[in-house]
């Protein structure tokens, strides 16, 4: 699980094993047992989610927004 980035003790990983065939660019949240899925295009968007509250979501949604390009970069060196 590559790890991208920590913010507020969540950490934002990829799975390297997810999918055949792959898909869409993406990225996981995981912060004390709590989950979540975010896709970054067409606009970023919460996938699925266990365990964060609505505010903790937009907050994801937030950050990941602002963090789109460094994420996508992360995603295409990883996966190639």
């Known amino acids: 699980m ?4 920590r913010w ?9 094993n997810e999918g055949s065939p792959r898909e869409p660019v993406h990225i996981h949240a995981e912060k004390q047992g709590a989950e979540a ?11 699925e989610s266990t365990g964060f509250d ?6 994801l ?5 602002q963090r789109k390009d460094e994420i996508e970069r992360a995603w295409h060196e990883h996966f190639g």
């Not at 609505?54 to 907050?59: A, C, K, N």
């Not at 949604?61 to 927004?65: I, L, P």
Request: hydrophobic share 50%; no cysteine.
């Open 2 to 5: 590559p790890l991208v980035f």
């Open 8 to 16: 507020a003790g969540i950490r934002f990983y990829f799975y390297s």
């Open 37 to 47: 899925k975010l896709w970054l295009f067409p606009e970023v968007g919460v996938a």
């Open 54 to 59: 609505r505010r903790e979501l937009s907050d």
């Open 61 to 65: 949604v937030k950050v990941v927004e």
